[in-house]
């Protein structure tokens, strides 16, 4: 499982144009994981059946800091994360923390024919995309920062999200979303 999940992470960060090139890595002070970098991401396994807590989670990202991955931190899990661990992996979306239950890491979404391709918008396209809806940012429907399509592409709170939704009177329909840290508070 951990194979397929780890080729799964490769796939999404070569779309992000990332280095792919993966190694596994000790870090200290941090038990029952397994740890790997994929270009400058810090990948973390945990081993625990009972999930992952506030206090891995903080280990995690002092081990990160430590030794110096700054492109993020990827936490996969063996089981979903509690509504605490949750919250408090939203609050660090925009430092480029994501957690991944492992069941979700077994097949590529964006190979699925149901998906709907997203794309972050840069900051020109940004501009005149509220330019031409005269609208500001949070005025954009929301998408929460841990939405599997979000965490494939790799936006963080503040980004603008376009996404193409097939329709069978349209065509193609083109919408805007707001990344925020969570749905449910903004």
Sequence with gaps: MEDKALETLRTMFERRKMNTTTTRVDLDGVDRINAYTIGNVLVIFSQKDKGVSDRDITNFLEAA?????SNGVVIVGMSKPSENVLKVIK????NRIQFFWIWELQFDIT?????QPHRILNEDEKAAVLKKY????????????QDPPIKCIGAIPGDVIEVLRPSDVAGVRVV???CVEDTNVA
């Design 176 to 178: 805007y979303r707001n």
């Design 111 to 115: 190979t699925h024919r149901l998906y």
């Design 65 to 69: 800091e430590t030794n110096k991955y």
């Design 134 to 145: 005269n609208a500001k940012q949070d005025q954009l429907m929301s998408i929460d920062s």
């Design 91 to 94: 609050s660090l979306a925009k």
